[in-house]
């Protein structure tokens, strides 16, 4: 049996490559490794006798990329060191779309650069940009090769100009990296149909059905409508094909993460990217990294392992790039990715920023219900973010809405899961009796009565039949979103109040797919919008909240606000934030009438003298000391005593 390593050990190992940099700039690789080592060896434990092996090429591959690394990014690492928090800061606001259809290719972001600043916006996820297969691809989630850019987008070097200027002006760049799966077309997977038994081992590769078939027993399907099952047969495997397991489509190879050279080609592939400017990875399908027979194969506690050990390797070459969990999992379940999980062994050490599923559930729930209650206990039932960890907050995404509600938390508030969920579906489908939503219902599954919905954000909140309530809908969502204290993100389109893509499957291969229909493209004619228009309204009213957000320290996201509970009207969502610069209390009306606050809660909450930061006026009440907050209407209150 080989020894263990130490950092020492792996120190030495790497130091034969940094032999071309400066002493300076080798001592500080080799004072990263030493910090980072221990980080490295926990997570890499999942494999065994062969972790040491493991953790020597790992830190040859940081050293490599470290070396390569140009120098304005060994400047940004310098600060990011200085000033780790950084993505926590209340200034911090994003904006997620498709390259292609916000600026048409890379290059074209520069033109749409004026656009994002007067959005506020610090931090820009660009969708899957990597090549990936031909024909269908799940939106670009079918990665033939991590080492190119979509053709039609530009690129390397049109990625490297886009990073570099979006970091000179203020803004961070966030990409894609799907872990789980590559496109049967990838190199990997067509050197496994040609018979390598080194790729083959890439994958899981099975003879016949009598494992695929014992999984299958617990497995949940992802995609029953046009990809039931997680197995696919593919005559190119072996003597008369095989089985490999699939768990998104026939066409989406899931790679064995149980062999250590996958993770050698990430984490090559992960700095790659850092070197090229990208300061976030988003981790896509992380939880389905581990398989494991009698479950449902997701968030299984190997995948935290993992995770750590490859941004343990990250942050050697480069300490700037932060991991961002693609993980649309139960409420519960949620801040192990974080690093909330296995008596805080992870804390610190695994994704810096997690998707905040549960608030964007809850925030659709209020609006359609009218009351508080639901989000109120299931909010305050959620354990608290570990240090470090930042959620990014949002009120759509690329993605449908699966409504996961959980149904401890309906139970407690006296309704069923199952019946809430129906609830949600069929009101944002336009389906139920006084609702104003124009959503389209994504993957009915009868067996299960789960019933997602897409749309965009002003459809869902019945532009069609009411703008001006639209209106107020779409901004109070994203007032709560932004309110929470994460790293708020807004969908492409959301911000102009753009509806539902009539035309969305009329493009190639979007046919089978409704979400598209809330992935409209942002044209030159849209920007910018005219004033008065409800595109301009809203445009407006989300740069004032990011502008106000900006300014308000006890937003920072290392906070966790308390959610109220005495003394507020169930239609209205109270958050308390304390900070030691003072306390901000949001107030948010789910309801289309007026809702009285009492000026004697505030008071008791420490605001002598409320001002409502938003609407930048004193909130006074009446005779009977009531102030009331008007329908859909959101105040952020802090105290204007001094």
């Known amino acids: 049996m080989r020894e263990p390593v130490s ?101 074209g972001l520069e033109r749409r650069v004026d656009h994002l600043e007067r959005l506020g916006v610090t931090y820009l996820h660009l969708m899957p940009l990597l090549q990936p297969r031909e024909g269908d691809n799940d939106g670009g989630y079918a990665v033939q090769d991590y080492r190119r850019v979509r053709s039609d987008l530009g690129d390397r070097e049109d990625l490297r100009a886009a990073a570099t200027m979006l970091r000179e002006r203020g803004i961070s760049l966030c990409v894609d990296l799907v872990l789980n799966h590559v496109a049967r077309e990838h190199a990997w997977a067509e050197a496994a149909r040609a018979g390598d038994e080194e790729h083959l081992d890439y994958f899981h590769v099975f003879a016949d059905r009598t494992l695929p078939d014992a999984y299958e027993a617990t497995l949940p399907e992802v995609f029953p409508d046009f990809a039931p099952g997680s197995f696919s047969f593919d005559e190119g495997l072996g003597d008369g094909g095989g089985w490999v397991w699939t768990t998104f489509n026939s066409w989406q190879w899931d790679l064995d993460w149980s062999n250590p050279a996958v993770l050698v080609e990430f984490a090559d592939i992960v700095l790659d990217l850092a070197n090229l400017g990208v300061e976030v990875m988003r981790l896509d399908a992380v939880a389905f990294l581990w398989k494991r027979m009698g479950t449902n194969c997701q968030n299984q506690p190997e995948v935290h392992q993992l995770v750590q050990a490859l941004r343990a390797t990250a942050r050697m070459a480069a300490p700037a790039v932060l991991f961002k969990a693609e993980a649309i999992v139960g409420p519960r379940d949620l801040v192990a990715y974080l690093g909330g999980s296995d008596g805080g062994a992870h804390v610190g050490r695994v994704s810096d920023l997690a998707y905040h599923n549960s608030l964007m559930v809850q925030v659709w729930s209020m609006l359609a219900t009218g009351e508080t209650r639901l989000a109120r206990h299931a909010l305050r039932a959620l354990p608290p973010t570990p240090p470090g960890g930042t959620w990014i907050t949002y009120v759509r995404c690329h993605d449908d809405i699966g409504w996961a509600i959980d149904d401890g938390d309906a139970a407690a508030v006296g309704v069923t899961g199952h019946g809430h969920r129906r609830f949600l579906s069929d009101w944002y489908a336009g389906e139920f009796g006084g609702s104003w939503a124009d959503g389209l219902v994504f993957q009915a599954n009868p067996a299960t009565g789960d019933r997602r919905i897409s749309g965009t954000a002003a459809s869902l909140a019945g532009l069609a039949t009411d703008p001006g309530a639209a209106i107020a809908r779409v901004l109070l969502a994203h007032t709560i979103v932004a309110g929470w204290g994460g790293l708020p993100v807004v969908w492409s389109g959301d911000e102009l109040a753009l509806p539902n893509d009539e035309a969305w499957a009329s493009e190639p291969g979007h046919g089978a797919d409704n979400r598209w229909a809330h992935r409209p493209r942002v044209t030159d004619d849209l920007l910018p919008p005219a004033p008065g228009t409800v595109a301009d309204r809203v445009l407006s009213g989300l740069s004032h909240l990011a502008r106000t957000r900006a300014a308000l320290p006890a937003l920072h996201a290392s906070l966790d606000p308390e959610v109220l509970d005495d003394g507020l009207d169930e239609g209205v969502l109270g958050l308390l934030r304390r900070h030691w610069s003072g306390t901000l209390v949001g107030l948010h009306n789910v309801t289309a009438s007026p809702r009285p606050v009492p000026l004697r809660l505030l008071a008791d909450l420490g605001l002598a003298t409320p001002y409502d930061a938003l609407g930048e006026q004193p909130v006074t009440g009446d005779a009977d000391g009531l102030a009331w907050l008007g329908p859909y209407a959101a105040w952020w209150v802090v105290d204007r005593s001094s």
Do not use: I
């Open 7 to 107: 950092g020492g050990d792996l120190a030495a190992h790497a130091a034969p490559l940094l032999a071309s940099l400066s002493p300076e700039r080798q001592e500080a690789f080799l004072l990263r490794v030493e910090r980072w080592a221990p980080d490295l060896l926990a997570g890499l434990a999942v494999f065994g006798e062969a972790a040491a092996v493991t953790a020597e090429r790992l830190v040859a591959v940081a050293a490599r990329a470290y070396a390569a690394r140009p120098d304005a990014l060994h400047t940004l690492d310098a600060r990011r060191l200085l000033r780790p928090g950084w993505v926590q800061d209340p200034a911090m606001f994003g904006y997620a779309c498709y390259a292609d259809r916000f600026a048409g290719d890379l290059a």
